[in-house]
């Protein structure tokens, strides 16, 4: 494994109950790429997510990011590290703004520490005002600005799926998990939410994604990587992994 | 000089006001009871089914601490205590063995699903109880403790609807200092992270929350309420005893008070107590004027009414009768 990934999954085995989700799985991500995964239902893609989140504990393995070692640290460190990831169902706050839910995900906000409300009244007030700024600024960027004081269980599913996006983009991650993020977006707005990750990218971000549409997987990602029952079975450009016998075999079908 | 007639008639005046003052002061208790629950449930969405237990310790440390020695007297068994502390004193005792009890209790539960977390801490409240019954050379068991001093001490034929006056007062002060410190702290970015817990727990350490951290501490700061809760109850009844007083009805109660008056803000969980133990206090009242046919079922008939009116509430106003108002950030 190269040492300058920014990403790198060693031989990670995962079980529940007696069924692996991911078995002996290695692989690994470039700085500043979008990178695709894919592969059948449940070929353990989502479970590998959660573990590179820190939501669920390898078995067995290791899991680095930059210069860290991150499994079995949780989840809100990783957070803190510059990993984030979004769901494939939106977890979204339903009972909350669309504004509270990205206000709540800024990573330092003096005022989210229940001493500091006494202590240092006005670091609470600054940085709340300046998150809230940030806030509308992402709002803005993903075109959910409109809706910033509605409840999130008014969106529509596809607005569901830019809230992840942007609430993960509020941590300020360098890389950023995405599960399936236009699954269920009309085209047009699925064409400007890739528009949107790949501005990101440039503007040096790293997004590893879960797609099933081989539209985006194909035009958008610079590198695919095929998971099957649990490990990966292939790992190239697009071009190459579409061509790859096995890959046609388990998942693209002939 | 009053006239028989007239000394009688202010006598069934200051009657009523004494037990008025009684309804209101009994009502204040179960809405510092709800507003502790209301912080862990409505805002955080622990589900805690151990208050009984949290208010129990609470009114006991209280007890133990504030009361004067008992004089020798045959057949009761005396308790740990004779510290004759200041009351004030009394009050942070008692909450901080609550809030303590509390926080150790959430220590290994918390983590827990909502209902595991909920059985756990209902076992808690009643080993809490079974020990208050049990430990006699601590809580003199099955008697319990009397000899509970009250807030100040009165004497004349006033004294009474005095007492019960400083028992509204006192109480009312605290409910409004309660409301005040907890809308300060709930409507913060501290208590925008408690909400998020409630809506989904995983996305909240998903944007970097250290979610366990926020439970353990509205965990201890509710069971820190329930222990004031209970000083504060020790202080009105001036006599405690684990039987009734801290049964898990208790604990069921504050729940209906909740979702009657609404989860999630705290003006609902103040008008759920005052109206749900208000249906309490006029059953017992109308007992007193019910024909002789209804008077055995008035407690039956009350608690209808309670499970009647949460069934209509639960149906057509989920939300309860004040409900959680939308944040809205400029």
């Known amino acids: 494994m190269e040492h300058r990934e920014i990403l790198r999954v060693g031989r990670v085995r995962k079980a529940f109950g007696g069924i692996s989700a991911v078995d002996d799985c290695s692989l690994s991500v470039s700085p500043q790429s979008v990178t695709g995964l894919i592969g059948p239902n449940g070929a353990g893609k989502s479970t590998l997510f959660n573990l590179v989140a820190g939501l669920y504990q390898p078995d067995e393995g290791e899991i680095w990011f930059n210069e860290t070692r991150i499994d079995g640290r949780p989840p809100f460190e990783i957070v803190h590290l510059g990993l984030t990831k979004t769901w494939q169902i939106p977890h979204e706050l339903r009972n909350m703004t669309v504004l509270e839910n990205l206000v709540l995900a800024a990573k330092h906000n003096a005022g989210e520490h229940l001493l500091n409300l006494f202590v240092r009244p006005g670091q609470v007030r600054r940085d709340e005002k300046m998150w809230r700024a940030r806030a509308r600024e992402i709002l803005k960027l993903t075109q959910l600005d409109a809706l910033a004081n509605e409840h999130a269980k008014g969106l529509s599913g596809g607005q569901k799926k830019l809230l992840e996006l942007a609430r993960a983009l509020m941590t300020d991650p360098t890389l950023v998990l995405l599960d399936e993020p236009v699954a269920g977006v009309n085209p047009t707005l699925a064409a400007n939410l890739m528009d949107l990750i790949e501005k990101l990218r440039q503007g040096g971000r790293t997004f590893f994604l879960i797609e099933h549409d081989m539209n985006v997987v194909m035009n958008r990602c610079d590198r695919v990587i095929v998971m099957h029952q649990g490990r990966t079975i292939a790992d190239g450009t697009p071009a190459s992994v579409k061509a790859n016998p096995l890959v046609i075999d388990s998942y693209l079908g002939g | ?330």
């Open chain 2, 1 to 330: 000089m009053k006239t028989r007639a007239e000394a009688e008639r202010l006598a069934i005046d200051t009657g009523i006001l004494v037990n008025l003052g009684f309804y209101v002061s009994i009502s204040i208790i179960f809405a510092i009871l709800a507003l502790g629950f209301n912080l862990q449930w409505g805002y955080t969405g622990l589900f805690n089914a151990g208050i009984a237990g949290f208010f129990l310790i609470g009114a006991y440390t209280a007890a133990i601490a504030i009361t004067p020695p008992t004089p020798p007297s045959t057949g009761y068994p005396g308790h740990l205590g004779g510290f004759q502390l200041p009351l004030a004193v009394g009050a942070l005792l008692a909450m901080a063995m609550s809030g303590l009890a509390a926080a150790l209790v959430a220590l290994p539960t918390v983590r827990l699903r909502a209902d595991y977390l909920a059985i756990a801490t209902l076992a808690f409240a009643e080993v809490v109880r079974t020990v208050a019954l049990n430990l006699e050379p601590v809580t003199a068991g099955t008697i319990g403790i009397v000899g509970i001093p009250h807030i100040l001490t009165f004497s004349g034929p006033d004294a009474a609807f005095l007492n019960a006056a400083t028992d509204v007062g006192v109480g009312a002060a605290i409910l409004a200092g309660l409301f005040l410190g907890l809308h300060f702290i709930l409507e913060s970015p501290w208590g925008r992270v408690l909400r998020a817990v409630r809506e989904d727990e995983e996305a909240t350490m998903a944007v970097g929350k250290n979610t366990f951290r926020y439970k353990l501490q509205v965990f201890a700061i509710g069971g820190a309420l329930m222990g004031l809760a209970g000083w504060l109850f020790a202080l009105t009844l001036l006599y405690i005893e684990p039987s009734g007083s801290f049964a898990p009805a208790i604990t069921f109660s504050v729940w209906v008070m909740v979702i009657v008056g609404g989860a999630g803000n705290l003006r609902g969980a103040i008008a759920g107590a005052f109206v749900i133990y208000g249906l309490e206090w006029l059953s017992v009242q109308l007992k007193d004027v019910a024909p002789d046919f209804l008077k055995d079922s008035i407690p039956y008939i009350r608690l209808m009414i309670v499970g009647a009116l949460l069934i209509i509430l639960i149906i057509y106003r989920p939300q309860g009768i004040l409900r959680e108002k939308k944040r809205v950030l400029r």
